[in-house]
Protein backbone atom coordinates (compact mmCIF):
# COMPACT_ATOMS: atom_id res chain seq x y z
CA UNK A 1 0.00 0.00 0.00
CA UNK A 2 2.80 2.71 0.39
CA UNK A 3 4.01 2.16 -2.92
CA UNK A 4 0.70 2.30 -4.38
CA UNK A 5 0.44 5.72 -2.06
CA UNK A 6 3.85 6.80 -3.27
CA UNK A 7 3.17 6.08 -6.80
CA UNK A 8 -0.23 8.16 -6.68
CA UNK A 9 1.50 11.25 -4.85
CA UNK A 10 3.93 11.15 -7.71
CA UNK A 11 1.40 10.88 -10.39
CA UNK A 12 -0.08 14.24 -9.20
CA UNK A 13 2.71 15.71 -8.79
CA UNK A 14 3.59 15.13 -12.19
CA UNK A 15 -0.04 15.49 -13.55
CA UNK A 16 0.97 18.83 -14.91
CA UNK A 17 4.33 18.11 -16.03
CA UNK A 18 7.99 18.30 -14.68
CA UNK A 19 8.97 21.48 -14.20
CA UNK A 20 12.47 22.91 -14.76
CA UNK A 21 12.82 21.68 -18.32
CA UNK A 22 13.15 23.03 -21.84
CA UNK A 23 9.77 22.32 -23.59
CA UNK A 24 7.92 23.26 -26.89
CA UNK A 25 5.50 25.12 -26.19
CA UNK A 26 4.19 26.78 -30.22
CA UNK A 27 4.99 25.84 -33.78
CA UNK A 28 6.84 28.84 -35.02
CA UNK A 29 5.20 29.61 -38.16
CA UNK A 30 2.20 29.92 -36.16
CA UNK A 31 2.98 33.25 -34.17
CA UNK A 32 3.02 36.67 -35.53
CA UNK A 33 3.06 40.21 -34.68
CA UNK A 34 -0.12 39.71 -32.18
CA UNK A 35 0.61 38.25 -28.48
CA UNK A 36 -0.77 34.27 -28.17
CA UNK A 37 -2.49 33.26 -25.02
CA UNK A 38 -1.20 29.86 -24.07
CA UNK A 39 -1.38 27.40 -21.21
CA UNK A 40 1.32 25.16 -20.28
CA UNK A 41 2.42 23.27 -17.52
CA UNK A 42 -1.10 24.43 -15.44
CA UNK A 43 0.22 28.07 -15.81
CA UNK A 44 -1.66 30.76 -18.29
CA UNK A 45 1.16 32.46 -20.50
CA UNK A 46 1.59 35.11 -23.19
CA UNK A 47 3.75 34.63 -25.89
CA UNK A 48 5.04 37.34 -28.35
CA UNK A 49 7.66 38.67 -30.31
CA UNK A 50 9.62 41.64 -30.17
CA UNK A 51 10.50 43.77 -33.36
CA UNK A 52 13.37 41.61 -34.45
CA UNK A 53 11.42 38.87 -34.20
CA UNK A 54 12.52 36.80 -31.35
CA UNK A 55 9.62 35.77 -29.00
CA UNK A 56 8.78 36.07 -25.32
CA UNK A 57 7.22 34.40 -22.94
CA UNK A 58 5.36 36.08 -19.86
CA UNK A 59 2.52 35.15 -17.07
CA UNK A 60 -0.26 36.34 -18.46
CA UNK A 61 -1.42 38.81 -16.46
CA UNK A 62 -1.09 42.80 -16.11
CA UNK A 63 0.37 43.37 -12.72
CA UNK A 64 -1.73 46.49 -12.34
CA UNK A 65 -5.33 44.34 -11.91
CA UNK A 66 -4.28 41.05 -13.57
CA UNK A 67 -5.64 41.59 -17.25
CA UNK A 68 -4.45 38.99 -19.94
CA UNK A 69 -1.88 40.60 -21.46
CA UNK A 70 -1.98 37.83 -24.17
CA UNK A 71 -5.24 40.49 -25.07
CA UNK A 72 -2.67 43.50 -25.62
CA UNK A 73 -0.61 44.98 -27.96
CA UNK A 74 2.92 44.67 -29.79
CA UNK A 75 4.94 48.12 -29.92
CA UNK A 76 8.52 47.60 -31.30
CA UNK A 77 9.82 45.94 -28.29
CA UNK A 78 7.32 46.99 -25.70
CA UNK A 79 4.00 44.37 -25.16
CA UNK A 80 0.80 46.40 -23.53
CA UNK A 81 -1.97 46.31 -21.67
CA UNK A 82 -5.21 46.65 -23.30
CA UNK A 83 -6.52 47.49 -20.05
CA UNK A 84 -4.80 50.61 -18.82
CA UNK A 85 -1.83 50.46 -20.93
CA UNK A 86 1.04 49.39 -19.08
CA UNK A 87 3.63 48.56 -20.71
CA UNK A 88 6.21 45.94 -20.28
CA UNK A 89 9.85 45.49 -21.97
CA UNK A 90 11.28 41.93 -23.06
CA UNK A 91 12.77 40.86 -20.12
CA UNK A 92 9.27 41.92 -18.48
CA UNK A 93 9.89 44.93 -16.53
CA UNK A 94 7.65 47.58 -16.27
CA UNK A 95 8.54 50.05 -18.72
CA UNK A 96 5.80 53.32 -18.04
CA UNK A 97 2.78 53.29 -16.60
CA UNK A 98 1.01 55.85 -19.00
CA UNK A 99 -1.72 56.93 -16.70
CA UNK A 100 0.96 58.39 -13.97
CA UNK A 101 3.35 59.44 -16.62
CA UNK A 102 7.54 58.84 -16.56
CA UNK A 103 9.63 58.53 -13.08
CA UNK A 104 6.79 56.90 -11.72
CA UNK A 105 8.39 54.89 -8.38
CA UNK A 106 5.62 51.75 -9.19
CA UNK A 107 6.97 50.99 -12.16
CA UNK A 108 10.38 50.91 -11.06
CA UNK A 109 9.46 48.15 -8.81
CA UNK A 110 6.97 45.99 -10.94
CA UNK A 111 8.53 42.74 -13.19
CA UNK A 112 6.78 40.31 -14.64
CA UNK A 113 7.42 36.36 -13.86
CA UNK A 114 9.34 35.85 -17.21
CA UNK A 115 10.48 32.66 -19.11
CA UNK A 116 13.60 31.64 -20.78
CA UNK A 117 12.50 30.86 -24.79
CA UNK A 118 14.00 30.60 -27.85
CA UNK A 119 12.99 29.55 -31.43
CA UNK A 120 14.46 26.78 -33.20
CA UNK A 121 13.64 23.79 -35.50
CA UNK A 122 10.34 25.32 -36.14
CA UNK A 123 9.46 25.20 -32.83
CA UNK A 124 9.67 27.86 -29.85
CA UNK A 125 11.14 26.16 -26.84
CA UNK A 126 10.58 27.45 -23.35
CA UNK A 127 12.38 26.56 -19.56
CA UNK A 128 9.44 26.39 -17.75
CA UNK A 129 11.02 26.18 -14.31
CA UNK A 130 12.73 28.44 -11.40
CA UNK A 131 15.64 29.72 -13.41
CA UNK A 132 17.31 31.34 -10.25
CA UNK A 133 17.36 28.29 -7.67
CA UNK A 134 17.96 25.84 -11.00
CA UNK A 135 19.79 27.71 -14.22
CA UNK A 136 18.73 26.37 -17.32
CA UNK A 137 20.98 23.99 -19.13
CA UNK A 138 21.81 24.72 -22.98
CA UNK A 139 18.67 24.01 -25.13
CA UNK A 140 19.64 20.56 -27.23
CA UNK A 141 16.68 20.40 -29.69
CA UNK A 142 16.56 16.67 -31.96
CA UNK A 143 19.43 17.57 -34.16
CA UNK A 144 17.35 16.49 -37.36
CA UNK A 145 15.27 19.81 -36.83
CA UNK A 146 18.23 21.71 -37.71
CA UNK A 147 19.71 19.74 -40.15
CA UNK A 148 19.74 19.99 -43.63
CA UNK A 149 19.73 16.74 -44.54
CA UNK A 150 16.35 16.09 -42.95
CA UNK A 151 13.03 17.66 -44.02
CA UNK A 152 9.45 17.05 -43.25
CA UNK A 153 6.05 18.17 -41.70
CA UNK A 154 5.41 19.61 -38.43
CA UNK A 155 1.74 18.41 -36.84
CA UNK A 156 0.75 20.54 -33.94
CA UNK A 157 -2.28 19.29 -32.00
CA UNK A 158 -4.45 19.48 -28.72
CA UNK A 159 -6.01 16.21 -27.05
CA UNK A 160 -7.97 15.69 -23.68
CA UNK A 161 -5.41 13.73 -22.40
CA UNK A 162 -3.23 13.68 -19.75
CA UNK A 163 0.28 13.94 -21.20
CA UNK A 164 1.48 10.89 -18.70
CA UNK A 165 -0.80 9.22 -20.66
CA UNK A 166 0.92 9.78 -23.94
CA UNK A 167 4.16 8.84 -22.71
CA UNK A 168 3.47 5.69 -21.44
CA UNK A 169 1.80 5.02 -25.02
CA UNK A 170 5.01 5.86 -26.92
CA UNK A 171 6.93 3.38 -25.07
CA UNK A 172 4.26 0.74 -25.48
CA UNK A 173 5.38 -0.76 -28.91
CA UNK A 174 3.07 -3.62 -28.72
CA UNK A 175 0.03 -1.60 -29.10
CA UNK A 176 1.14 -0.75 -32.94
CA UNK A 177 -0.21 -4.32 -34.63
CA UNK A 178 -3.90 -3.85 -32.65
CA UNK A 179 -4.41 -0.06 -32.16
CA UNK A 180 -2.88 1.18 -35.67
CA UNK A 181 -4.20 -2.79 -37.48
CA UNK A 182 -5.88 -0.81 -40.32
CA UNK A 183 -3.49 1.97 -40.97
CA UNK A 184 -1.06 2.49 -43.87
CA UNK A 185 2.02 0.89 -42.56
CA UNK A 186 0.97 -0.52 -38.89
CA UNK A 187 -0.86 -3.69 -40.07
CA UNK A 188 2.43 -5.94 -40.09
CA UNK A 189 5.01 -8.40 -37.67
CA UNK A 190 3.98 -10.49 -34.69
CA UNK A 191 1.56 -9.64 -31.73
CA UNK A 192 3.81 -11.20 -28.97
CA UNK A 193 7.29 -10.26 -28.29
CA UNK A 194 9.41 -9.60 -25.18
CA UNK A 195 10.61 -6.16 -24.14
CA UNK A 196 13.89 -4.74 -23.99
CA UNK A 197 14.56 -1.13 -22.18
CA UNK A 198 17.79 0.41 -21.80
CA UNK A 199 18.82 3.48 -19.81
CA UNK A 200 20.28 6.91 -21.80
CA UNK A 201 22.12 9.65 -20.18
CA UNK A 202 18.54 11.56 -20.50
CA UNK A 203 16.26 8.75 -20.85
CA UNK A 204 15.34 5.49 -22.20
CA UNK A 205 14.87 3.21 -25.25
CA UNK A 206 12.00 0.68 -25.08
CA UNK A 207 12.13 -2.18 -28.15
CA UNK A 208 10.88 -5.20 -29.23
CA UNK A 209 13.27 -7.81 -28.96
CA UNK A 210 12.34 -9.88 -31.93
CA UNK A 211 11.68 -7.59 -34.55
CA UNK A 212 12.45 -3.96 -35.80
CA UNK A 213 11.38 -1.60 -38.31
CA UNK A 214 8.39 -3.87 -39.29
CA UNK A 215 5.80 -2.14 -37.22
CA UNK A 216 6.08 0.41 -34.51
CA UNK A 217 8.79 -1.68 -32.63
CA UNK A 218 10.37 0.72 -30.30
CA UNK A 219 10.97 4.25 -29.30
CA UNK A 220 13.80 6.57 -27.74
CA UNK A 221 12.79 8.47 -25.22
CA UNK A 222 14.37 11.99 -23.78
CA UNK A 223 13.36 13.78 -20.97
CA UNK A 224 11.11 15.50 -20.04
CA UNK A 225 8.40 14.51 -22.81
CA UNK A 226 10.07 14.06 -26.47
CA UNK A 227 10.48 10.74 -28.48
CA UNK A 228 12.48 9.86 -31.78
CA UNK A 229 10.44 6.66 -33.59
CA UNK A 230 11.20 5.09 -37.10
CA UNK A 231 8.13 3.51 -38.95
CA UNK A 232 8.77 1.52 -42.00
CA UNK A 233 7.97 2.92 -45.53
CA UNK A 234 7.02 1.03 -48.20
CA UNK A 235 8.36 2.62 -52.00
CA UNK A 236 4.95 4.09 -52.98
CA UNK A 237 5.65 6.69 -49.73
CA UNK A 238 8.09 8.23 -52.34
CA UNK A 239 12.40 8.68 -51.52
CA UNK A 240 14.10 8.83 -47.88
CA UNK A 241 13.46 5.40 -46.48
CA UNK A 242 11.84 4.93 -43.33
CA UNK A 243 9.53 7.42 -41.75
CA UNK A 244 11.37 9.38 -38.94
CA UNK A 245 9.17 10.80 -36.18
CA UNK A 246 9.80 13.12 -33.04
CA UNK A 247 6.67 13.59 -30.43
CA UNK A 248 6.91 15.99 -28.05
CA UNK A 249 4.28 16.12 -25.41
CA UNK A 250 3.80 19.02 -23.35
CA UNK A 251 1.09 19.52 -20.28
CA UNK A 252 -1.44 22.04 -20.64
CA UNK A 253 -2.73 21.19 -17.20
CA UNK A 254 -4.11 17.83 -15.61
CA UNK A 255 -6.56 16.98 -18.19
CA UNK A 256 -5.01 18.57 -21.84
CA UNK A 257 -1.59 18.25 -23.59
CA UNK A 258 -0.05 19.96 -26.20
CA UNK A 259 1.69 17.60 -29.09
CA UNK A 260 4.08 18.18 -31.70
CA UNK A 261 4.39 15.54 -34.27
CA UNK A 262 7.15 15.56 -36.21
CA UNK A 263 7.43 13.47 -39.60
CA UNK A 264 10.43 13.35 -41.37
CA UNK A 265 12.42 11.93 -43.77
CA UNK A 266 16.35 12.30 -45.01
CA UNK A 267 15.38 14.20 -48.55
CA UNK A 268 16.54 16.84 -50.23
CA UNK A 269 16.45 18.50 -53.29
CA UNK A 270 13.82 16.69 -55.69
CA UNK A 271 13.69 13.86 -53.45
CA UNK A 272 12.64 16.49 -51.00
CA UNK A 273 9.82 17.99 -53.70
CA UNK A 274 8.64 14.53 -54.57
CA UNK A 275 8.19 13.77 -51.12
CA UNK A 276 6.41 17.03 -50.49
CA UNK A 277 4.04 16.18 -53.22
CA UNK A 278 3.44 12.63 -52.09
CA UNK A 279 2.85 13.75 -48.74
CA UNK A 280 0.05 16.20 -49.85
CA UNK A 281 -1.82 13.54 -52.33
CA UNK A 282 -2.13 11.59 -49.57
CA UNK A 283 0.50 10.86 -46.63
CA UNK A 284 -1.06 13.53 -45.14
CA UNK A 285 -4.28 11.69 -44.74
CA UNK A 286 -2.17 8.68 -43.51
CA UNK A 287 -0.54 10.17 -40.97
CA UNK A 288 -3.30 12.02 -38.89
CA UNK A 289 -5.96 8.64 -39.14
CA UNK A 290 -2.48 7.04 -36.94
CA UNK A 291 -2.60 10.29 -34.92
CA UNK A 292 -6.66 10.31 -34.13
CA UNK A 293 -6.04 6.19 -33.09
CA UNK A 294 -3.95 7.47 -30.59
CA UNK A 295 -6.49 10.21 -29.47
CA UNK A 296 -9.26 7.95 -29.24
CA UNK A 297 -7.95 5.51 -27.27
CA UNK A 298 -6.37 7.66 -24.64
CA UNK A 299 -8.96 10.05 -24.35
CA UNK A 300 -11.23 7.10 -23.76
CA UNK A 301 -9.10 6.04 -20.79
CA UNK A 302 -10.31 8.28 -17.30
CA UNK A 303 -7.40 10.20 -17.14
CA UNK A 304 -4.83 9.15 -14.65
CA UNK A 305 -7.32 7.53 -12.81
CA UNK A 306 -7.14 4.75 -15.09
CA UNK A 307 -3.69 3.88 -13.38
CA UNK A 308 -5.52 2.30 -10.51
CA UNK A 309 -6.38 -1.28 -10.66
CA UNK A 310 -4.00 -1.68 -13.48
CA UNK A 311 -2.85 -5.18 -14.14
CA UNK A 312 0.88 -4.36 -16.14
CA UNK A 313 2.49 -7.61 -17.53
CA UNK A 314 5.90 -8.43 -19.05
CA UNK A 315 4.97 -5.93 -22.58
CA UNK A 316 4.32 -3.09 -20.15
CA UNK A 317 8.22 -2.78 -19.35
CA UNK A 318 8.97 0.21 -20.78
CA UNK A 319 5.74 1.56 -19.42
CA UNK A 320 7.25 0.34 -15.81
CA UNK A 321 10.49 1.79 -16.46
CA UNK A 322 9.32 5.09 -17.72
CA UNK A 323 7.41 5.92 -14.68
CA UNK A 324 10.29 4.48 -12.18
CA UNK A 325 12.53 7.08 -14.36
CA UNK A 326 9.53 10.49 -14.06
CA UNK A 327 9.36 9.61 -10.37
CA UNK A 328 13.55 9.59 -9.76
CA UNK A 329 14.06 12.87 -11.94
CA UNK A 330 10.74 14.67 -9.23
CA UNK A 331 13.02 12.80 -6.19
CA UNK A 332 15.93 14.28 -7.41
CA UNK A 333 14.54 17.83 -7.51
CA UNK A 334 12.93 17.35 -4.29
CA UNK A 335 16.40 16.53 -2.87
CA UNK A 336 17.68 19.90 -4.34
CA UNK A 337 15.32 21.97 -2.93
CA UNK A 338 13.86 22.97 -6.75
CA UNK A 339 9.81 23.76 -6.01
CA UNK A 340 7.79 21.92 -8.49
CA UNK A 341 5.84 25.28 -9.57
CA UNK A 342 2.36 26.46 -9.33
CA UNK A 343 -0.20 23.51 -8.05
Known sequence: MQVESERKG???????????????????????????????????????RDSEGRPHLFTDYCAHRAAKLSLGQVHGDILQCWYHGWQYDTAGRCALIPTEGEGCPTADR??????????????????????????????????????????????????????????????????GPFLHARSYTLSGGTRQDSMRVVETDDGLV????????????????????????????????????????????????????????????????????????????????????????????LESQRGLESRRGEHLVG?????IRLRMLLQRELANQDARGVPLGPQ
Open 10 to 48: ADERLSRGLRNYWYPVFRSQDLGAQPVGIKRLGEDLALW
Open 110 to 175: VRLTSYPVEDRGGLIWAYLGDATLFPPPPLHVPEELESHDWNGFILPVVWQVNWLLYLDNLVDPMH
Open 206 to 297: SERVAQRLVNFDGAEFHLPSWFRVDIPYPRSAGPGGPLHVLVAATPIDENSSAFYFVRMRRVTGWKWRLWQLTWRLYLDRAAWNVIEQDRVI
Open 315 to 319: SDLGV
